[in-house]
């Protein structure tokens, strides 16, 4: 993999971040892509806190757009158990395609708003 690929990356990381900030009534929900799993935070900005989180360790054995919509409709249970029903969506410089966009739709079906 090329730097230029991952310089790519974070320069439209940082152009997202500039706009998309949480706050207590309305958190971050940020999530990190790598080649074999996907995480996400629910995260407070103001105090630097995570407030929910889940990841696909553990889900080798399904496909990845299958293990995106697990850990999306886990993430969203953990943010109802936590009292979270909106969010702000950061796809921290990934393309909403494939699995960014399966994990989004499913934590919508759990009944997360963004």
């Not at 929900?29 to 806190?49: A, E, W």
């Not at 702000?88 to 963004?114: P, S, T, W």
Request: positive net charge.
């Amino acid at each position: 993999m090329t730097t230029k690929k991952v310089e790519r990356r974070i320069k439209i990381k940082y152009r997202i971040r500039k706009n998309v900030n949480g706050t207590a009534e309305r958190p971050r929900m940020s999530v990190f892509r790598s080649n074999k799993q996907i995480y996400v935070q629910i995260i407070n900005d103001l105090t630097g806190q995570t407030l929910a989180s889940a990841s696909s360790l553990g889900m080798e054995t399904m496909p990845k757009i299958q293990q995106a919509q697990k850990v999306g409709e886990l993430v969203a249970e953990k943010a109802q158990a936590a009292g979270i029903t909106t969010v702000v969506f950061d796809r921290n410089g990934y393309l909403y395609h494939g699995r960014v966009k399966e994990l989004a739709d499913a934590a919508r079906k759990g009944g997360l708003n963004f």
